[in-house]
T-cell receptor, first 113, second 115 residues
Framework: GENVEQHPSTLSVQEGDSAVIKCTYSDSASNYFPWYKQELGKGPQLIIDIRSNVGEKKDQRIAVTLNKTAKHFSLHITETQPEDSAVYFCAASLRGGGNKLTFGTGTQLKVEL | GAVVSQHPSWVICKSGTSVKIECRSLDFQATTMFWYRQFPKQSLMLMATSNEGSKATYEQGVEKDKFLINHASLTLSTLTVTSAHPEDSSFYIC???????????FGPGTRLLVL
């Protein structure tokens, strides 16, 4: 089955700096890669996703890049703000193949003032 | 759009009792719903996948007789933890997916504490 690795496990940045979180996946058939933000005591919230037919997607301060050959994808947050502090999870799935998400282990992002 | 609710948000129960958790998609019809369990500082672990009107598919290691899932309509799925024990204490989260959206939207979670 699919295996998703995520790094780093914790990330501390200064407000205004950029943050990058990286994930690798094992199943080359996976074709959908969402990123979720989870605040303490809450459910995960979808922040951006990318499908395997594109290499990059951007939504304001958030961007995701995908390298299918290397089987890795990354989340980029620019101009970080204190409210960006949360746990971020990457995930991978095969659309049309049960659509189950396999999650990474999570990254605790802390944006310091 | 794409709002998923869960009820209750938290529950405390005695060991040996059963607890039912509801998951509703409020503004879309969910062809598939998923149930996850999350322990502190860990990732989400998929427990089962349920499609409306059919039996749930459980992940390896998840006891189907202990975690009963019912997906009676396109907007409601329930998870019943039967004969709960302290080791069942966890954060249970559901997600819902509509065919046309191809994206899972998560509920706010239910924190279960079994004494």
């Amino acid at each position: 089955g699919e295996n998703v690795e995520q790094h780093p496990s914790t990330l501390s940045v200064q407000e205004g700096d950029s943050a990058v979180i990286k994930c690798t996946y094992s199943d080359s058939a996976s074709n959908y890669f969402p990123w979720y933000k989870q605040e303490l005591g809450k459910g995960p919230q979808l922040i951006i996703d990318i499908r395997s037919n594109v290499g990059e997607k951007k939504d304001q301060r958030i961007a995701v890049t995908l390298n299918k050959t290397a089987k890795h994808f990354s989340l980029h947050i620019t101009e970080t703000q204190p409210e960006d502090s949360a746990v971020y999870f990457c995930a991978a799935s095969l659309r049309g193949g049960g659509n189950k998400l396999t999650f990474g282990t999570g990254t605790q992002l802390k944006v310091e003032l | 759009g794409a709002v998923v609710s869960q009820h209750p948000s938290w529950v405390i129960c005695k060991s040996g009792t059963s607890v039912k958790i509801e998951c509703r998609s409020l503004d879309f019809q969910a062809t598939t719903m998923f149930w996850y369990r999350q322990f502190p500082k860990q990732s989400l672990m998929l427990m089962a996948t349920s499609n409306e009107g059919s039996k749930a598919t459980y992940e390896q290691g998840v006891e189907k007789d202990k975690f009963l899932i019912n997906h009676a309509s396109l907007t409601l799925s329930t998870l019943t933890v039967t004969s709960a024990h302290p080791e069942d204490s966890s954060f249970y989260i559901c997600s819902a997916e509509a065919a046309e959206r191809e994206t899972q939207y998560f509920g706010p979670g239910t924190r279960l504490l079994v004494l």
